[in-house]
């Protein structure tokens, strides 16, 4: 049997493998493996080796990111980032709002906690030589995003200039921690651009392929293999996505994965996703879990290139013993044992929803996100949800239901929606999976205010 390592990146090549390999991502999960606070295992080399070694060990995996943190390269740029306990941290500052680029600090690999980062991967390169190793780099459009915030989508508009000289500044810096990293040791660099999954098939092509197609030739100019991860609703960005030239790209579970299947092989491109996170992975048994890799896995079939691995950055919380029900499921035998003596046991309870019709002084806007705290998307969701209607006072209330609990669960299921971030207005579902700007919003809450006499 070849070693994890080499099934990985057989897998990304498209070649035939003896199994599918699997790659958990653990990123500040490993702090909690530790007793340690996502800020202190982000901030450690030494620790992120141990969780990982232990990672390795314990949910037999055939590869690993080093480091899943999107916010190394914006801090060094000059973002202010908040941590909190049990995510990566957030940007809550976005420099290049107004101002030009020549107002940003000076980039550079030596800089803030890429070199911090860049030891962790030879450290675990040389700890784990038979292990794939995953070095992520926040991608062009999500760092713009970062550096310019929620203006970015106003700004494609009105200063598509600005933001294409933006985007290619963000690409050389891309490329430069990229080339580091591979350096350093990793395989694969994984783009993280987790808010390409926020614009129109149109802006995909003008905004986003272009900046891709530079970084991944340049991966692969540096013997390196490349990975496109993206979260949330992509589905309209999908052929476009499979038509950048990144070897494999990996989905979550807002997207079907026999559709990525299919685009993907037609491509001539690995695959990889997407077990469900939240509802599975952190608030299932092992029984859940052993059942959602057989969904993978049969959903796969047998296209080449498929690598089997959780929707995204695998929660803080998530239990070991389900982690550690995932490898068993690749033995053909033990998926066949599984599908005949393993019963789900998901329950969810759905409230009952407020009668919003009755609610005549206040207009609800509720949002329904991963964790705006930690998911670049839901935060930037919530950002334009809570500065559109900050003119209303209290007039309108903004909810955020985070699908990290039963109960943000239960209220997803309660208001039918089906992918996040998704806002809805007194009930009705209203913007899904793409951030509008905020007169959009506003205007969309005060015709609710205007049906109740507000």
């Not at 430069?176 to 390409?196: F, H, Q």
């Not at 990996?250 to 026999?258: R, T």
């Amino acid at each position: 049997m070849p070693t994890g390592r080499q099934l990985v990146l057989d897998a990304m090549s498209c070649k035939p493998v003896p199994r599918t390999p699997w790659v958990p991502f653990v990123g500040c999960h490993g702090g909690k493996m530790l007793g340690l606070s996502a800020e202190e295992y982000l901030k450690s080399p030494a620790k992120v080796v141990e969780a990982l070694v232990m990672a390795q060990q314990k949910y037999q995996a055939d590869g690993l990111p080093v480091i899943f943190d999107l916010q190394i390269e914006a801090e060094i740029l000059g973002c202010k980032l908040h941590w909190a306990k049990d995510v990566p941290p957030s940007v809550v500052s976005h420099p290049l709002t107004s101002a030009g680029l020549e107002t940003l600090p000076a980039f550079g690999v030596d800089k803030g906690r890429m070199p911090q980062a860049l030891q962790a991967t030879a450290a675990v390169r040389k700890a784990l030589p038979d292990t794939a190793i995953y070095g992520l780099i926040c991608g062009p459009f999500t760092l713009a995003s970062h550096l310019i915030g929620s203006e970015i989508f106003v700004q494609m508009f009105d200063d598509a200039e600005r933001v294409e000289g933006i985007l290619e500044f963000c690409t050389d810096v891309a490329i430069s921690c990229a080339e580091a990293y591979l350096k350093a040791g990793a395989d694969i660099v994984a783009v993280v651009d987790p808010m390409t999954s926020q614009v129109s098939p149109k802006h995909f092509k003008a905004f986003i392929t272009p900046y891709l197609n530079r970084l991944f030739d340049a991966i692969r100019a540096k013997g390196g293999k490349s990975s496109l991860f993206v979260c949330g609703d992509a589905t309209r960005n999908l052929p476009n996505m499979c038509d950048t030239s990144c070897d494999n790209l990996s989905i979550d579970e807002n997207i079907a994965l026999p559709k990525l299947r299919d685009l993907a092989v037609a491509k001539g491109k690995s695959f990889g996703g997407n077990m469900k996170l939240t509802v599975v992975m952190l608030l299932g048994k092992p029984g859940d879990v052993k059942l959602d890799a057989i969904r993978c896995l049969d959903e796969a079939g047998d296209a080449k290139g498929f690598i089997l691995a959780p929707g995204c950055d695998l929660p803080y919380d998530t239990p070991v013993a389900n982690l550690e029900a995932v490898a068993p499921m690749l033995d053909p035998y033990q998926r066949d044992i599984a599908r005949t003596t393993v019963k789900g046991t998901l329950e969810v309870t759905i409230p009952t929803l407020p009668d919003y019709a009755m609610q005549q002084d206040v207009v609800t806007v509720d949002v329904v996100t991963l964790d705006s705290a930690g998911c670049a998307p839901c935060q930037y969701m919530m950002n334009a949800a809570n500065a559109a209607v900050a003119q209303f006072g209290t007039k309108v209330k903004v909810i955020e239901h985070k699908v990290k609990s039963h109960a943000g669960i239960g209220m997803m299921c309660a208001l039918k929606v089906a992918n996040i971030p998704t806002i809805c207005i007194d009930g009705r579902i209203s913007f899904v999976s793409i951030i509008p700007d905020g007169a959009t919003i506003a205007a969309a809450v005060k015709e609710a205010m205007l049906k109740k006499g507000l």
